[in-house]
């Protein structure tokens, strides 16, 4: 048994060496932090703080997912319908009565599978993956409409399903556990992992990634599968949270969870995969709209405060870059 | 300003050029003079200080001493674009044309000939124009090269014409071409040299940098060698061999540029191959390797010896034939996955663009293709340090350390890396495209020793070449290629450059032509 303290310690070693990759995100989201303490007393109270983390939970654990994507050279923009939809197919699984755990492993399978379709249709029909996600987007938020008419499916007061989103262990909620057990899983896959070593490769060079043996098509089916399991997970605790399922839930999601994942250093050129700066990077969103409202600034204004900082977080990134390569 | 000409023809004159970065002088007091119509040739290992010369020439880097004359002009090149102004233009190595662009498009790209409204965006083109003075341009060189087509469609030697015709449209009376034959076949090669050749004949002053001793001085007029930031020789070319060149080069005698190990030949084949075609390239192959044995393949572009390659790997398809290794025929669909999972290994030749993860580092890319071995549960971080490591030390891979990104590495250390990953992954049969394209001399007989301690453990080797020197001078057995056929398959008894070219261009049957 000696030999896994070591072990562990080459993992947190990792850690630090992506911090010093996406150094711009850190040092934005302490900034905004630092500002966000003297402009408002109630941002840095323990209350607030677990809000916060509570509503970002949702962005953060796709975004795990869609770094392995992102890293791999690909993009899913069916993310947001496929939550949407897995909440919804809960939440009716749920009103008929049907046992918890089956209508969420329902949703976790459907998720599973709305992936695999985006992987088939990018790997083994050549589609780009831009178009064969925005292609099931559209499908999936269409189908949610036909199958909700459009009507929110509400009244799902089951204390073992509302535990998951609203529950405590200790003084911690139950989802930030939840997002925090999902993030070592990622990390442990992408670092220790033959599949991590494989996205990445695929990410940096594909050609090169075929002929060290690599079997492309069979990790992007995985890795898109993976990002449709992780995208039904959030639609879980989503609906868990809101004891509902809205037909319009996690419209914009895809856009904000790109957005975390690269403000948080992963390249969209791929090969690069910064899984902690996907946790800054939905911090910051998080702390930003958080921000915004305890400051009362008009809604309105929130998109475009929120646009500035993606450009300024990835803005330093290049900038530190340009720098070091020189 | 014309007091001190010393000579009238003198196109550029480099005087006592030194520069120095943080302590290291990369060049120290080095003279370069170029004239009219004159192919200087440039070498010098990796680290010579050629490229910072270069660099100097084309106003990257400002020199710390010396001067630079021009038409006898004393003159500083303030940056790139006062280096084009002053008729100095650099063709690299990486081309950068626009594929899906014709030839007349790339040609013009940036200064558009247009009807109306000038250089504006919204200047029309005039096609017709652009077409008749390309044309001109290069029926003056008597090139038949379609203008039209887009720029893939055209063969590497041809792209890199259309290359200097962009330099020279823009009026380069200096050209610089780094490396322009790494990419390039023979015939593609002698195409480049005939169109140089015109160049000199119109006055065109060229400085051809290039690893390929024997094609500088097939091209050259006079030859200049770099030796750690010192100029050390500078010669007419019909005074060099490539044997005086390289011990400039290197400052040392190579006793041997191709060390040919003669490893215990094995009885049995390692590999059979029978009546392999591919739907195009290649039709009805048979041949078998054995273990300690290496195989070289020669032929022009278009042979068939690259898909050949290709094919034992599982890269490209075969369309019939079989494939047995060690005595057991190969079932099903050859894929890379496979070939790997049965000891074979694929070096390409783009090591660049098919073999490295460029932004990885050395450890990542050494450990890739053999990551069950470090697997214990999981991959293991300390035993994969290790094997990096060690490799790093047994094949002298020049890095700072096992987490440099591959990209900083320099051409023949990529290529140790890529040794490293396959000699990792233990193989029987490795397959090497082109081992040494764009290595520098040592780093070449490194590579070949590499290649002999591989047969000498006794696994085998298959090299696709279409270096001479290389076939002759380290395979046990050439296989010839003509038009997707085996034209001859040579032991080493009968290995000449002559004879490979001979077969190379005919058929065997066809009566023979010219030999030297």
Redesign the interface.
Known sequence: MGTTE??QS?IFRNIRLDFSKGGGIVIAFLVLCMVLTIASPRFLTATNLLIVARQTVFVMIIGFAMTFVIGMGGIDLSVGATLALCGAVTARLLLDGVNVWVAMLAALVLGTFIGAVNGFLIAKLGMTDFIATLGMMSILRGIIMVFTHGVPFFGLQIPTFQWFAQGYIGPIPVPVIITALLFLVCL?IL????LG?FV??IG??Q?????????IAEVKIIVYAFCGLMAAASGLLLTSRLEAAMPEAGEGYELDVIAATVIGGTSLAG??ANLLGTVVGAMVMGVVRNGLNLLSINVFWHQVVIGSIILIAVGIDQLSQRRLSR | MSETISNNESLLEMHEMTKRFTGVVALDHVDLTLSRGEILILVGENGAGKSTLMKILAGVYRPDEGTIRINGEQTEIRNPGHAKELGISIVFQEQALIPDLDAIENIFIGREITTTFGDSYMGVLNRRAMVNKANAFLEAFATDIDLTVPIRELGLGQRQIIEITRSLAENASILILDEPTAALEDFERKQLFDFLDRLREAGIGIIYVSHDLEECLEIGDRIMVLRDGKKVGEMAVHDASVDSVIEMMVGRTLAEQYPKVTASIGSDPILQVSNLSHRKAFSNISFSLHRGEIIGFGGLAGSGKFELARSLFGVEPITAGSIELDGKAISGNLTPQSAIQQGIAFLPADRKSEGLFLEHDVQYNISIANLKALIKGWIRGAPERQVAQSYVDTLDIKTPSIHQMARHLSGGNQQKVMLARWLFAKPKILIFEEPTRGIDVNAKVEVYHLIGEIVKEGSAVIIVSSELPELEGICDRVIVMHDGMIAADLPREQLSQETIAYYAVTTSGEGPNGNH
Do not use: H, M, Y
Not at chain 1, 207 to 215: F, H, K
């Open positions: 070591p072990q080459g442990f670092k220790k992992t033959r070593r990445l490769a940096s060079n050609d090169a990634a075929r002929l060290v043996g690599i079997n090969g690069r």
